[in-house]
């Protein structure tokens, strides 16, 4: 995987783990995982990783702002 725009996002649920390039592709791999099974939400989020020279910055992505890209 390329790192473009400087970031790349990293799924975890309670029983896996993914690096995707972006957000969008992130919340449709959780909507398959979700369609085989329910993951556990409180060991489940999205992360936006941010890579730098010297320092990363890693936040996690709001379930608010995934709850607008699945509407």
Known sequence: MKV???EFHYLKTDSEEFVLKGKEESIEKLKEIADDGKPDP????VFRVSPSDEEWSIEQVPWSEIALELL
Do not use: N, V, Y
């Open 42 to 45: 409180g060991e489940t989020g």
């Open 4 to 6: 473009e725009e400087g």
